[in-house]
């Protein structure tokens, strides 16, 4: 069985010297018990729930029903909103996070986890989530922001830099827990195509997450960026290279087939040539692949090996690229047979 003796410690050893006495873990879950138990990385999100209920119920500055496009971009506003005390917004976080996060202190290797300006943004545009929907516990992205930032960028930038703001605090106050190894923000901003988002918002995009880096290395701590998509396009990547020291899930590529996947592994190897050494990857173990019933534990096992093989275990933590698919679990049986052998495999 794969042993997690040392697990803070061996991501640790990664970080600072770049390899470790063996390839570290991180089975992404809902269940921290989960977590825990399976890798050498616990990731506990910092919340403020009031904002991330605005994916459910629908965020203040949607677009209602019949609401023509002009009648409502007039009618949004920075001061539309009636926007909390920093202080109640940093405080009801960081409860969220220590809620369930200290049980594993030191104990694993701690990712204090926030959610980005970008994703927060689109939040405070969305929809809401119709009740057909809500019971498969999805959400609907429509990037609602995306398009008023089209219409009315100047206000639009008002209201991200105002969202930065809030979570700057957040990622500074996480950033003091003791306990915490390093801070991981959430925030795509790409597809496979590449950048979703104009130049105007990439380069606030990049002022903002250089002041998150700044700060969590201020105090000693490693800032990870999570962020799906081709970041190798427009070499937004290397970019990003020279702000965080480490990336997660490097979703480059599709990979919901064995085929698929043999060519999302040389795209992470060609992203390893665009960035160097020194920044560390969590990536290699496709959900997609994981949790098709359909293919053979042999079959599931050919990439994460592969990879592992051709990019070696060099500034690697080898990592679920997403937490499970709403209403799946790893105890199902066939998932568990395949990641069992992979921790196998590995010991």
């Not at 702000?243 to 064995?258: A, C, E, R």
């Not at 920044?279 to 592992?308: A, H, K």
Request: glycine share 6%; net charge positive.
């Amino acid at each position: 069985m794969y042993r997690r003796d040392g697990s803070r410690r061996l991501v640790l050893d990664l970080f600072e010297k770049g390899e470790a006495d063996r390839i570290p873990i991180h089975v992404e879950s809902d269940s921290k018990t989960e977590e825990f138990l399976y890798g050498d990385v616990v990731g506990v999100g910092a919340k403020y729930h009031e904002w991330r209920r605005f994916y459910i119920e629908g965020g203040p500055f949607r677009r209602k029903t019949g609401e023509s496009l002009r009648n409502w971009v007039d009618r949004i506003t920075l001061e539309a909103y009636d926007w909390p005390d920093v202080d109640l917004v940093v405080s009801r976080a960081l409860e969220s996070f220590e809620h369930v996060a200290g049980k594993y202190a030191f104990k694993r290797f701690i990712l204090f986890k926030v959610l980005g300006p970008t994703e927060t943004a689109e939040s405070f545009f969305a929809p809401g989530v119709p009740e057909e929907l809500m019971l498969k516990d999805q959400i609907l992205h429509r990037y609602g922001f995306a398009v008023f930032l089209k219409f009315k960028p100047r206000e639009a930038l008002k209201i991200y830099d105002k969202i930065a703001a809030y979570i700057l605090e957040i990622v500074k106050a996480g950033s003091e827990v003791d306990y915490v190894d390093a801070v991981r923000i959430a925030d795509d901003i790409a597809g496979y195509s590449g950048p979703l988002y104009p130049p105007l918002l990439l380069d606030r995009y990049l002022y903002w997450h250089k002041l998150y880096s700044d700060a969590v290395e201020k105090k000693g701590k490693y800032p990870v960026l999570h962020c799906d998509g081709d970041l190798t396009r427009k070499k937004l990547l290397l970019h990003l290279s020279r702000i965080y020291k480490g990336f997660h899930p490097l979703d480059l590529h599709p990979k919901s087939t064995v085929n698929a996947a043999r060519k999302w592994v040389e795209r992470i190897l060609e992203a390893r040539k665009m960035v160097g050494e020194g920044i560390i990857f969590f990536t290699g173990i496709p959900i997609d692949l994981l949790f098709n019933n359909q293919l053979s534990v042999r079959d599931f096992l050919e990439v994460p090996l592969t990879l592992l093989r051709k990019h070696t275990s060099r500034n690697l933590v080898l990592a679920t690229t997403h937490s499970p698919y709403p209403g799946r679990s790893y105890s199902e049986p066939q998932v568990k047979l395949k990641l069992m052998h992979l921790l196998k495999s590995l010991s």
